[in-house]
DNA sequence: CGACCGTTTGGTAGCGCTGTCAATAGTTCT
DNA sequence: AGAACTATTGACAGCGCTACCAAACGGTCG
């Protein structure tokens, strides 16, 4: 006897072709390849779905076809403001396509990392989107081994394992650091929290800055593991000038501990910029709107998940990019906090783009 | 003549079944149900599946089984830092159990919102979680007529779909205006961004608590539909000052805003809080860190993020809760932003709970 | 006019898993 | 000891869709 198990009123593929009058296999074409359709059932098997109200089953299709429509993503932080741009980007690329985002977090770990991977992997993503170049080597392999496109997000670097989007981390902490030089600042301190690999590529870009000039000093670098927040950078810009009272300058390597700088300063009546120079990294939105006016890093994180999903749905469906490692670059945004009175400053903003 | 789809090296439920000495579906239920096996046999699949690293095929089983584990979460955008701190609190809590996130962004739109739920539905979720009580009377039926737990989040109200979990922002507002009025302030202002329904409804505690003070004045009130940002915050006050020059405190409904107050304030040389008392909503981090420290409103986001996602997983796993809809509760965190000079303030943080 | 070819359509047989129900083994009770 | 249960296990038949192959169709060309 047969089981009933389907509810009498489901509506499937079989009902929608039914309607039609067209057999199962040419209805399902019309939700696949509906250019390989004659004019004619593709108008019938249309308009047989909106009257039923037919939503595809998800489930039956991954099973039939062996594959899904799932993008994963792996990000370390959800809180972040900066990821958070990046996922507005790629959810808003992924809008409208028929793909799915499958958003997991590592939280800065990367065996976490691994171990989502392997969870994703598993259930075989149609792309994949993860954050950075620090891979474990086991998920690099892993990576590496799987056919579905993936995109490295935030940072570049020569190597890829299918696709990458980022910029130049070191780089633009140098054009930073850079610009504090030719404003005549000697005794630049560096900030930096959570230390993440990005951060710590910053870092890189600001002691080779330094070296260069013949002016790093460990006494100018505060850094601590703990997640940043403007409360730390305040904490941190105390420590840094417990070590050198005689700091000039600040670059902090994101804008929340810039902004906790700039208070630490009202609090201890240290003018800026006249006797602080202060400049953040990200360019988060109130760093114009501060008083005086942050400087800052300007990188296109909302364009960055915006592309990279483009890139991974282009892939999937066949359009392999031109360039493997795309580098969106960065913008110095020079504001007040770093423009020494009298010194005839660049108020324009300092471009560093990709092409370089 | 059988055709190869299957891969050969591929590991389904029937080879671990085969390595165990046990029937598929007793291998099966090792993975749904362990506790209805016999020891003897639990070793055997566990070690087996173990052996052949095997990984259930989610889509086969979400056929098989007509139901998914997918947790719907509908919320109204990717950026504010108050829904990035509850999508942390709910993915904390699923982390762990076997239910999984599938996250949509209704862009503070209750159409998109219809729309995605009607998506989310298709696919039969395990559980929902979506944001307020607004949603369109179509929206309301739909999930109504579902059978999955539902948790409606950031509000409470008379009649939940199912679940709901959050805390009265005409409350919240109304507990912050008072003690505004507390220390003496008459020409308090209110400043709204995006005006979605529940900074509507903290509009209305601020409404009702000066009308009750018989202070309402529509000069002290400027809204705008545009998005929240610190900027906008120096923009809606100069707004406000231009229509009421004798305000003697605001009150935005959050913390950018807020911040935005600040920077304001100081760049027309207004002193807080001597001149001008300032309120926040929300209690981001950076409150407590400026200078003057800012008052606010504290919520439990991530808390509140947790909460709901345990609920709904309890509710699935057959365990309802005892009282359908929590109050979270909310803390008027007062600081130096809102303490006049020479007033018996309450420095002390000022509860106000769920139990009221 | 029939061979040939590209386009469109349909039949068949699963994809890997679980719901349902029946059978078997193991206990307890009268 | 046999009945009456309960705890375990297994057989079977799909879940709704699509890959694969084959057939039908329509037109072109020598």
């Known amino acids: 006897m047969a089981r ?45 779905a909106k009257e039923l109200g037919y939503v595809p089953n998800l489930a039956a299709r991954a099973l039939a076809s062996q594959r899904t429509e799932v993008i ?42 691994e171990k989502l991977l392997r969870v994703f992997l598993a259930q075989k993503p149609a792309g994949l989107i993860v954050t950075g170049i620090d891979q474990t080597p086991e998920s690099r392999s892993l990576m590496e081994a799987t056919d579905c496109p993936i995109v490295q997000l935030m940072e570049i670097g020569n190597n890829p394992v299918d696709m990458m989007i980022g910029f130049s981390h070191a780089d633009a902490c140098h054009a930073a650091i850079s610009h504090l030089l030719d404003q005549g ?28 000039a013949g002016l790093a000093d460990p006494r100018l670098v505060v850094t601590t593991p703990l997640p940043t927040s403007v409360t730390l950078g305040g904490t941190l810009f105390a420590d840094l000038l417990a070590k050198a009272p005689d700091t000039d300058a600040v670059f902090c390597a994101n804008d929340d501990l810039a902004l906790g700088v700039l208070f630490e300063c009202r609090r201890r009546q240290i003018s800026v ?6 400049s953040g990294f990200n360019d988060l939105e109130f760093m114009a709107s501060a008083v005086p006016t942050l400087t800052s890093v300007r990188t296109n994180r909302y364009e960055m998940g915006r592309t990279a999903a ?32 009298g010194r005839s400053g660049r108020v324009a903003v300092e471009r560093q783009s990709a092409a370089e």
Chains 1, 2 share one sequence.
């Open 72 to 113: 994963g993503v792996l990000i370390p932080s959800l809180t972040n403001n900066v990821f958070s741009d990046v996922l507005r980007g790629i959810y808003d690329a992924v809008d409208g396509s028929r793909y799915t985002i499958q958003l997991a977090n590592t939280r800065y770990s990367i065996l976490q990392e």
């Open 185 to 212: 600042c000697r005794r630049i301190g560096f900030l930096g929290a959570r230390m993440d690999p990005r951060v710590q590529r910053r870092f890189l870009g600001y002691q080779q800055t330094m070296k260069e």
């Open 273 to 278: 910029p006249e006797q602080m120079l202060i």
């Open 4 to 48: 009933k198990r389907t509810k009498p009123g489901k509506i499937r593929l079989t009902e929608v072709a039914k309607l039609a009058g067209v057999s199962p296999i040419t209805a399902s074409r019309f939700f696949r390849t509906p250019e390989a359709l004659s004019i004619n059932k593709r108008v019938r098997v249309e308009s047989a």
């Open 310 to 341: 483009t890139m991974v749905i282009d892939a999937m469906d066949g359009r392999r990019p031109e360039q493997r490692v795309v580098d969106l670059g960065y913008t110095v945004m020079v504001r007040q906090s770093t423009l020494r009175p």
